[in-house]
């Protein structure tokens, strides 16, 4: 761990990472206890003095520092990445270039935190909105981005001139150890970032409880961003929050039938599916439903599962037994309820995988009373759902309290205008399912959270406005 400027051995206990393509040790961390909690929050709130009062440009240069450490260790970084939470090696090495970017658009960004002057109807009254960095920020991430989601809290923060105490998830603290010690290589002042693993609970209350803590900005489940924004209630902290999705990708008959399979397998499959933005529901119109299933089928038999460091390797396995299991409990479910399995729907022979891997798996006639209609699944499992009218789809693609991404294929202009506005979700990829890069505004709306990340928005997060009216003599 990694407390103003130090590193920190003893804990309250260790986290045993293990490679979840075979169940071997990869490393440990120290827990903390609270008390070293309270510590890195206190250091931040030192650190904050001066880190926030730097010139930006200072600022900046510490994150182009930090930029360049990145990109001379990032197979590093992309292969920790990998041996502790599974993600195939080139999907992982894709994170880290977005990582850095992330850094340098912020480095980019640090600059550009302009104010206002609003005129007033007064003759003698001069109105100016400042923007200024929130303070110290708490952060919290999970495992399934373990660089990203690092890189794309911290860089916005620290340009803001905030300073940070970060959680990482315990199924991926060596990534976030590693970013830390090239934070530590660029030279960042003592208390401007913090690492601190452990139990989640203790950790995320003392920082929401703390009044020095003036942010906490979450992705993980909508779960437990529910009870987060609970327990922020008491400070009235500001939170960010990119929670759960349950994303609909929706064929038109006029779309493009091989674009929307090559999409939906890049969408889909990367990472095993353990993406918060990946497709969960496949409506497909029923002039089409065959021709795109038989095409995806196809293509999902050419899928290589294995591990993450075979660079032969498509689909790794899943983070953990939990997530098969939840898996293979979505697929039953559908399949009891009527639903026809097309392909996989099981774990691949245990004689030659001995992780925690799901074979990709496509289930056609699905309908809207199975669990995997409504509930997210967070593995590789692809759901087609047949319709009928335009209409009838945006109903159903709308009907859940989640409103992250979502996607659709077709060749009319007039409904691509119209369905974007129809659907209600925060991300809504067009003949895309690959609609992220470090400049767009990334985020969900309904239950999938508040709040963005990436693009000149994400820095906004992490500033407060003060409008300052003066009195002048005329
Ligand atoms: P999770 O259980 O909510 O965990 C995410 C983070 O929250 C981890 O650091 C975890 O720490 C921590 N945490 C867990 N329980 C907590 C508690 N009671 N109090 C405070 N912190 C707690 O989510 P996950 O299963 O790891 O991740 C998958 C979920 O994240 C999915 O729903 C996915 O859609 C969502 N996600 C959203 C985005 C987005 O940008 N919208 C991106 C990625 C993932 P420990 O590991 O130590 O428990």
């Known amino acids: 761990m990694f407390i103003n400027g130090n590193w920190i051995t003893d804990g309250i206990g260790k986290i045993v990472v293990k490679n979840p393509s075979n169940g071997e040790t990869v490393g440990t961390v120290p827990k ?7 510590e890195a929050i206190e250091a931040a709130s030192k650190a904050f003095k001066t880190w926030s009062k730097l010139p930006a440009i200072e600022r900046s240069n510490y994150l182009y520092r930090i930029a360049a450490l990145m990109t001379e260790q990032k197979e590093e970084l992309a292969r920790t990445g990998t041996l502790e939470m599974g993600k195939a ?28 002057t609003i005129p007033t109807d007064a003759p003698n009254k001069r109105v100016q909105v400042l923007k200024q960095p929130i303070g ?8 399934n981005f373990p660089v990203s989601m690092i890189t794309r809290k911290i860089s916005p923060a620290i340009a803001a001139g905030c300073t940070v105490v970060l959680k990482p998830a315990s199924q991926s603290p060596l990534s976030a150890k590693l970013i830390f010690e ?29 009044k020095n803590v003036k942010k906490l900005s979450f992705t993980g489940s909508t779960e437990v961003g529910k009870m987060l924004m609970a327990q922020g209630a008491e400070t009235v902290k500001k939170l960010s929050l990119e929670l759960g999705g349950h994303a609909p990708f929706i064929v038109f008959e006029d779309a493009d039938i091989d674009l929307a399979v090559d999409g939906l397998i890049a969408g889909k499959f990367s990472c095993a599916g353990q993406v918060c933005v990946a497709m969960n529901r496949l409506y497909v119109h029923q002039s089409v439903v065959d021709e795109f299933a038989e095409k995806l089928v ?41 639903a026809e399995l097309l392909i996989g729907g099981k774990r691949p022979d245990k004689s ?42 945006l109903k159903k693609a709308n009907n859940t309290e989640y409103g992250l991404a979502a996607y659709f294929y077709t060749n009319n202009l007039s409904r691509v205008h119209r369905v974007s506005e129809e659907l209600e979700y925060g991300i809504i990829g067009v003949n895309d399912t690959l609609p992220i890069t470090v400049a767009v505004p990334f985020g969900g709306i309904k239950e999938s959270g508040n709040g963005k990340e990436g693009g000149h928005h994400g820095i906004r997060e992490y500033l407060v406005e003060k409008m300052i009216s003066t009195r002048i003599e005329l």
């Open 32 to 38: 903390v206890g609270i008390e070293q909690v309270e």
């Open 89 to 116: 090696i080139a999907d992982m090495r894709a994170e880290v270039q977005q990582a850095i970017e992330y850094v340098q658009w912020y480095a980019e960004e640090a600059r550009r935190v302009y104010g206002e």
């Open 136 to 143: 110290v920020v708490g952060a919290i991430t999970p495992w």
């Open 182 to 210: 090239i934070f530590e290589q660029a030279g960042l002042p003592a208390g401007v970032v913090n690492l601190v693993a452990g139990n989640s609970n203790d950790i995320s209350a003392t920082l929401l409880n703390s």
């Open 298 to 338: 196809e293509k999902t038999k050419q899928l290589k599962i294995g591990d993450g460091l075979d660079p032969e390797t498509n689909v790794g396995p899943l983070v953990s037994e939990k997530g098969v299991e939840k898996s293979e409990k979505h697929v039953q479910d559908a399949i009891g309820k009527g």
């Open 352 to 393: 030659k995988y001995t992780g925690s891997f799901f074979e990709p798996t496509v289930l056609k006639g699905v309908n809207d009373s199975m669990i995997i209609s409504y509930e997210e699944t967070f593995g590789p499992v692809a759901p087609i759902i047949a319709f009928e009218t335009e209409e009838d789809v």
